[in-house]
């Protein structure tokens, strides 16, 4: 496989910056848009094999929102979600969402990096429970 090409949903500057260089770093691709609405005009012919996306964005937009966006154009993407939502149903609603990994804020840089080699590398992460 190529590089992998993540898209990345976050709308903290800094998180998402920080995200961005570990992953450039790992040998990703990496779209980061600022906003929502930049997502949601994406061009469909260039393909993304991960979205990581915040559960919470700007402007009353969400994951789930984001998630169901980019899957009509790319239905066999993986997704991760990472939330500050203590949530116990959370990871349900993110399993039925069809996210293949929640993660928690806050978290290290390096947790989100390490799930999107393990999706991008054929090995399972499951949802926790």
């Not at 996306?53 to 239905?75: I, K, M, Q, S, W």
């Not at 939330?83 to 290290?108: H, T, Y």
């Amino acid at each position: 496989m190529k590089s992998p090409r993540v898209l990345l949903v976050e709308d903290n500057r800094l998180l998402r910056w920080c995200v961005c260089s570990e992953l450039h770093r790992g040998g990703c691709a990496v779209v980061a848009p600022e906003t929502v609405d930049e997502v949601m005009r994406l061009d469909p012919s260039q393909p993304v094999n991960v979205l990581v996306t915040d559960c919470r964005l700007a402007d009353g937009h969400n994951g789930f929102e984001v998630l169901a966006c980019v899957r009509e154009r790319y239905p066999e993407i993986c997704a991760i979600l990472i939330s500050a939502e203590a949530d116990p149903q959370l990871a349900v609603r993110a399993r039925d969402a069809g996210f293949d990994v929640v993660i928690e804020k806050p978290c290290r840089v390096a947790e989100i990096v390490g799930a999107v080699r393990a999706l991008t590398s054929g090995i399972s992460a499951e949802l926790p429970s």
